[in-house]
């Protein structure tokens, strides 16, 4: 069987709940049992399943976030949780799942996403999680770039801006060529 990746971005309690730091809010809240079903899909299907995190230190001067946003997904605090159902069934099934702290944007800058990928010889990368327009798109955009084939799946991701998630899904397709499964 050909061995597929499913990248979780960001879906933490930060960036989903509504009282996250910096919350995408009903959108995001929506994308919950689509996510947590298709990542135990994958678990069963025996697929290498990732969760890319956001980190950060509070206040780090040298992160070029502090001065954009609010402090979130920080060190240490339960922003970093997984939302809702998704926390349970990683904390049922993590010996199978690859947590990833990512800094940045894209899941692929300053981590080891790609030399997992290319270790177990993965070349479809599928998409869910917050936000279309930053996190899943910087990460579409390395993927493409690295050569890798990228599937999204519209009912596993969301933004808090509208347009840019519209962009967003235009952009995968008709740019990136990535398959969205509707
Ligand atoms: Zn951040």
């Known amino acids: 069987m050909l061995k597929k990746a499913l990248l979780v971005v960001d879906y933490t309690v930060d960036f989903v709940a509504v ?6 809010g009903k959108p995001g809240i929506a994308l919950e049992e689509y996510i947590t079903e298709l990542t135990e899909q994958f678990l069963d299907e025996q697929h290498f399943v990732v969760m890319p995190v956001d980190l950060h230190e509070l206040e780090d001067p040298y992160h070029p976030e502090t001065k954009q946003f609010p402090p979130h997904n920080i060190r240490g605090t339960a922003g970093r949780d997984l939302y809702g159902s998704l926390q349970n069934v990683y904390e049922k099934r993590k010996e199978a799942i690859y947590w990833m702290d990512k800094t940045r944007f894209s899941a692929f800058a300053g981590t ?6 290319r270790s177990r010889a993965i070349t479809e990368i599928h998409l869910v999680g917050v936000c ?14 690295r050569g890798f084939t990228i599937v999204i799946h519209e009912k596993g991701v969301a933004s808090f801006d509208a347009e840019g998630h519209a962009w967003a899904l235009r ?3 008709n740019t990136l060529g990535a398959t969205i499964i509707k």
């Open 132 to 145: 279309t327009d930053i996190c899943i798109l910087h990460t579409a955009v390395d993927a493409y770039n």
């Open 171 to 173: 952009h995968f397709e």
């Open 19 to 24: 009282d996250g730091a910096l919350t995408c």
């Open 112 to 117: 080891d996403l790609e030399l997992q990928l």
